[in-house]
């Protein structure tokens, strides 16, 4: 499950939400052959590594595509403690986007879709002084 929002320390369509009860990490076994999945954490880093009996032939690269992009729009808030026309940005906002994971099996040239992900577009909020009309 992506995030509801794109995240700033990876790449859309790269990333793993997991909300406690709701949302698992899971992973799929496309082979019909036994998976050994080992995690080890050291100093800080997870490190996951895949056993299994099918050798992966040759290298694989993960590509992101950016399919569309959702402008953030605004939201406006009276602020009564701002004198009358100053404006103070509260949060910035965040474009929303679609995006397309594909893997590229580089020594057979074969290439697949991973997932397609949408990610939400947060509207920048501005404060504006003044009263409630």
């Known amino acids: 499950h992506?995030?509801?929002?794109?995240?700033?320390?990876?790449?859309p369509?790269?990333?793993?939400?997991?909300?406690?009860g709701r949302l698992d990490l899971c992973f799929a076994n496309p082979s019909s052959q036994a998976l050994l999945i080992r995690a080890k954490l050291d100093r800080g880093y997870l490190r996951v590594s895949l056993w299994g009996r099918q050798p992966v032939?040759?290298?694989?690269?993960?590509?992101?595509?950016?399919?569309?992009?959702?402008p953030p729009?605004?939201?406006f808030r009276i602020e009564p403690g701002l004198p009358p026309g100053a404006q103070v940005e509260l949060y910035p906002g965040?474009?929303?986007?679609?995006?397309?994971v594909?893997?590229?099996?580089?020594?057979s040239g074969r290439e697949e879709?991973?997932?397609?992900?949408?990610?939400?577009?947060?509207?920048?909020?501005?404060?504006?002084?003044?009263s409630q009309p």
């Open 57 to 70: 032939t040759g290298p694989i690269r993960v590509g992101v595509r950016v399919l569309a992009t959702i």
């Open 73 to 75: 729009g605004e939201v």
């Open 2 to 11: 992506p995030h509801s929002a794109a995240v700033g320390y990876i790449d």
């Open 113 to 130: 879709l991973v997932s397609r992900d949408s990610y939400r577009a947060r509207p920048r909020v501005v404060l504006r002084g003044g």
């Open 102 to 107: 594909r893997r590229r099996f580089l020594g």
């Open 13 to 20: 369509g790269l990333d793993a939400a997991v909300v406690y």
């Open 94 to 100: 965040r474009e929303g986007m679609q995006v397309e």
